[in-house]
């Protein structure tokens, strides 16, 4: 199982990865009714944070990024169930296929893969903060520096281009 295609399977929805039947009846080679079935009979094993029916919203969303078909003649009849990766983890103690394994094996390490990426990414997004700020504090005194040789020079100019009064001696 190749990784960037179960990657592509992983999507954001109510800040969490997730994963949806569909796309798992896929991977694991079977139909998605045969799926919901199946966690249908272990509802117990899939507590909200491991698994959740999609809102009408949600499944919009999906269906505006041409993920699924809209509803109708060979549409969804049921809003998708959605499944965070510990959901996807239980799905193997269900599904208990070799098929299933193996799919399951190459998912946790495709969840891991994400998120080892997002905490590069945090780490990354911090030292840029940490050099663009050390820099920005080095260029504003020179940006001062600079600022009062120019606001000197014009002071000495305009100082020279008055005309003098007073006495003057010869």
Wanted: include cysteine; charge should be positive.
């Amino acid at each position: 199982m190749e990784l960037k295609t179960i990657q592509s399977c992983i999507y954001e929805i109510r800040g969490l990865k997730v994963m949806i039947d569909f796309d798992l009846a896929a991977l694991y080679d079977t139909d998605t009714r045969t799926l919901k079935q199946a966690v249908r009979r272990k509802m117990d094993r899939f507590p909200d944070d491991f698994m959740f029916v999609l809102t009408e919203e949600e499944l919009q969303n999906l269906r505006s990024q041409s993920v699924i078909s809209s509803s109708g003649w060979g549409g969804l009849r049921q809003k998708p169930f959605a499944f965070t990766e510990q959901g996807v983890a239980m799905l193997s103690s269900i599904l208990n296929t070799k098929k299933a394994i193996q799919v399951n094996i190459a998912i946790m390490r495709a969840f891991v893969f994400i998120r080892q990426y997002a905490l590069s990414h945090k780490d990354l997004t911090q030292k840029l903060k940490d050099l663009e700020s050390k820099y920005d504090r080095q260029f504003k005194d020179v940006y001062d520096a600079i600022n009062f040789l120019l606001q000197k020079e014009k002071i000495d100019s305009q100082q020279k281009s008055r005309k003098q009064i007073g006495f003057k001696s010869k």
